[in-house]
C-alpha cells in the first residue's frame, strides 16, 4: 500500500536517537511484537497533506506500508505498520516555506475583509519569510520580522523559523483562515490548501517517482 511520511534533512525520523540508521531508497523495515499508532511502529499518511499535523522534517517520503492499522478514534490522517520501505523522497523545506507563507497571507486577507485590518509588521513578516524561503533574506531578517510579529500578538508560524514549530504551523494556518466562518467556508478552505500543497510540494515529489 502507497503511503506518505516525512524525514529529518539527515534521513531520520523525528523522534529517532543520534544512533539511528539513516534511511535508504529501497531499503525495508520490519519490527516485531506489538505496534500501536504513536506508540510503536511504522508511521505513515494516506496523502502527501495529510502529513502535515505529523511533519518531521523538510523529507517528504513516498513508501509502501503492509497491512496498515487505523483506531477507530482517529480522523484517518495517521496509520502504524510493521513493515516500511522508501520508495522515494524528495526534500521540500522551500516548497513548505511557501505553502506556510500562502496560508498566512490568506488568513491576514480574511482579517482583512472582516474589517480587522492586520499590522503591518504582520504582513512584513510574511513578506521576510517568503523572500527567506527564496533565498533573498537573511535569518537575522527572519528572526527580526518574527520577533515583530510577536510583539503585536500575530501568527508567527508564518516565519516558519524552526522545523520544531512546523506541527503548530500547519495546524495554526488552518485554524486562522478559517476563523469565524462556517462550515462551507471551512471546507473551502481546506480544499485550497489541499489544492496549493499538491501544486508546490506533492508535484516535486511525483517529479522523481515518474
Known sequence: MIAYHTLRADMRTGSGSSREK???????????????????GFHSCPTPFDTLPYIQGPVLCRVDVTEPEKPEDNDGTKQVSRERELLAYVNVE???????????????LGERDHGREPDERSWKAVTISRLFAQGKATVEELVAAEEAAWAVGAA????????????AAARAAAREAARAAGAA????????????????????LEAVTA
Do not use: H, M, N
Open 185 to 204: 467556508a471551512r471546507e473551502a478552505e481546506g480544499l485550497w490548501q489541499r489544492q496549493r500543497f499538491d501544486e508546490l510540494v506533492t508535484s516535486k
Open 22 to 40: 539513516p534511511w535508504s531508497i529501497g531499503e525495508r523495515r520490519k519490527i516485531r511484537g506489538t505496534i500501536e499508532l504513536c506508540k510503536r
Open 156 to 167: 508567527t508560524w508564518a516565519t516558519w523559523a524552526a522545523w520544531a514549530a512546523a506541527r
Open 94 to 108: 522551500t516548497e513548505l516555506r511557501l505553502f506556510i507563507c500562502d496560508c498566512a497571507e490568506r488568513a491576514l
